[in-house]
């Protein structure tokens, strides 16, 4: 997918980064995704829901927090307060740039600061919100952080490990993250809510799932993530969650009304990456792409792709409807289709001169008739009338393309 890096201005002066991930085709909604407790915008949980969104349509954002990966700012004095002034700061820029309602997806405590965040933004700039493995009270995080707590209250700062690595926290840190009651919060957020928990979360159980839900107010969902842990170390686990939230997101961040919708015909729209293009017709919309190796991002089929498919439904359909016209006993076709061509030639002549000639090229329709119960000669006449399609007819016969300026 097409990746932007971006420098955000947090509320305190330093500058967070941001991996925006952006649809190959055109922007439906924007999200923003709140990594785990000292983790990254590099986890999986983090890559796998913002590049499913996108594959959605949705450019989801996903950024470190204060202090975290390559932002900048002191981790050990920021705490919870902070991550949400994060969040609030993040929210600004994407609204503004998209111009929409924003999805708010939060792991693990990152869950819990989106909900907090979401509190404070409020309906007119957040759609809906979504967690996996968050916490229903902030201050159960600081059982895994090792170290004297009283201690760094006492002399106001000093080391403790996280997930194995080693951190100097403040007390201001301490206090702000034990001082936080999310459940009330939550309680007073009237926002769609999509909980993500599994029942074998061994840091964060899922009682606390069932808390948040039961604060909540409807519409509210919960997904399972059976088998999974904490952090979603497992690809398919975080495949999974990427794909439910994707999914339900779409409820919420409908089409926007700007978008090509035309009478008859198909639409053509330029949308992100280096050849990702959107195509609209009466009642469908898809992306059309290049594969890597011609440095797309493989996101659709390819132009040819769509080309050679025409004629196949186009085909598959004429024989179908010739077979039930006759009352034949054919189950389905199955149609293997190719185009002879040398795909960097084609390129280089669309940049030649215009007037050099394109060469001779071929397309070649492997066809096979499902139905044990056909004649040889029902066989050879269904086949025969695979050339009467009208898309095979349109290829063959004297095709004249007319090009003017619109708009």
Request: with cysteine; net charge negative.
């Amino acid at each position: 997918m097409p990746m932007e890096t971006l420098a955000i201005a947090a509320a305190g002066g330093h500058t967070l980064e941001g991996s925006l991930e952006m649809p190959t085709g055109l922007v439906r909604g924007a999200a923003v995704f709140a990594h785990c407790f000292t983790c990254t915008k590099q986890s999986k949980a983090a890559i796998s829901v913002s590049r499913a969104l996108a594959r959605q349509g949705i450019a989801c954002l996903r950024f470190d927090f204060t202090g975290l990966g390559r932002s900048e700012g002191d981790f050990g004095r920021a705490g919870f307060a902070a991550d949400i002034a994060d969040l609030v700061s993040v929210a600004e820029i994407l609204t503004a740039r998209f111009d929409s309602q924003l999805l708010l997806i939060g792991h693990s405590l990152g869950g819990a600061a989106v909900l907090a965040a979401a509190h404070e933004l409020g309906s007119k700039t957040v759609a809906a919100v979504a967690t996996i493995g968050a916490p229903s009270d902030v201050p159960h995080v600081l059982h895994i952080i090792k170290g004297d707590h009283e201690a760094i209250k006492r002399d106001g700062e000093g080391p403790v490990t996280i997930g194995g690595q080693t951190f100097s926290v403040s007390r201001e840190f301490l206090e702000r993250t034990e001082s936080v009651d999310l459940l009330e919060l939550v309680k007073q957020l009237r926002l769609p809510y999509l909980a993500l928990h599994s029942p074998t979360d061994e840091i964060v159980g899922v009682e606390h799932a069932s808390a948040l839900f039961g604060a909540a107010y409807h519409p509210k969902s919960f997904v399972s993530l059976a088998g999974a842990d904490h952090l979603l170390t497992n690809a398919a686990d975080a495949e999974f969650a990427a794909s439910m939230i994707a999914s339900w997101a779409h409820r919420y961040l409908p089409l926007r009304a700007d978008w090509p919708m035309p009478e008859d015909g198909v639409v053509v729209q330029t949308g992100h990456g280096k050849f990702g293009t959107e195509v609209h017709t009466v009642s469908h919309r898809f992306v059309a792409d290049e594969p890597r190796s011609f440095g797309g991002d493989d996101t659709g089929p390819t132009p040819y792709d769509l080309l050679l498919a025409a004629l196949g439904t186009c085909t598959a359909m004429t024989m179908k409807m010739y077979a039930d016209r006759k009352q034949w006993p054919m189950d389905g076709t199955r149609i293997h289709l190719t185009h002879e061509r040398n795909h960097a030639e084609d390129c280089g002549h669309v940049l030649a001169a215009e007037e050099e000639a394109m060469p001779a090229q071929a397309l070649y329709r492997a066809i096979e008739l499902i139905g044990d119960d056909l004649t040889d000669d029902q066989r050879q006449r269904i086949i025969e009338i695979a050339d009467k399609c009208p898309v095979h007819r349109t290829l063959e016969g004297h095709l004249h393309i007319h090009t003017e300026t619109a708009g």
